[in-house]
């Protein structure tokens, strides 16, 4: 929490952003509107085609994470969150549930390390993130992608959407299962309000330049992060 204000986090930010200088921020993009007609739709048929075959291929660990999930807390497999999307619609975030509670109300408190909600499966699954794979059925569904800017909660929206100019950038794109932001480094724990201006610009960047090249190089960008991901609580 700072200055007195809502709690504020989600995951440590690393002590170094990760290089990612391949993917420098961009002028604005002049791209016509068949262009992009054609990029949506590619993007949209690569979401599809992704988020089903992945669901297919890992079909056993999600059920045997489901599993896990409910033999060893009591509460909901899935928790649901309300988020928002595209174009300000609101949809609700699946994740196999980690904690003792499932909130979604006007104030929420993250994680934070030494958490006493976080349950022993769930911590695991937090540093791993696996908890985050029943997001593929939200991408199949079209409320997110693989690509773009992570979702926060409906409360977090509101206090930031006020105080942040650039963070209404980030709903011209669906959100997705990782972005530029969490390539550039700026994942995890929100200590300042500079935490956040440094994460929705790199959020805004995306959304104004975004291509079908760029979500693969930042798809490739994101794997070496799970592997080494030691800030989840």
Known sequence: ?????????TAALPAQPVPAQSLAPL????????????????KRAFDVLAAGAAIVALAPLLLLLAALVGLTSSGPVLFRQRRTGKDGQVFHILKFRSMTVVEDGAEIRHAVQGDKRVTPVGAVLRRTSLDELPQLFNVLAGDMSIVGPRP???????????IVPQY??????????TGFAQIQGFRGEIH??????????????????????????????????LLKRTNAY
Not at 152 to 161: K, S
């Open 1 to 9: 929490m700072f200055d007195g204000q809502m709690p504020l986090t």
């Open 27 to 42: 002028a604005p993009a002049r791209i016509s509107p068949l262009r992009r007609s054609v990029s949506n739709a590619l």
């Open 152 to 162: 926060h909660a409906l409360a977090h929206d509101t206090y930031y959407g006020a």
């Open 168 to 177: 209404a950038e980030r709903f011209s794109v669906r959100p997705g299962l």
């Open 192 to 225: 300042t309000l500079d935490c956040m201006k440094r994460r929705v610009a790199a959020d805004a960047d995306y959304a104004r330049n975004w291509s079908f090249r760029r979500d693969l190089a930042i798809i490739a960008l994101t794997a070496p992060l």
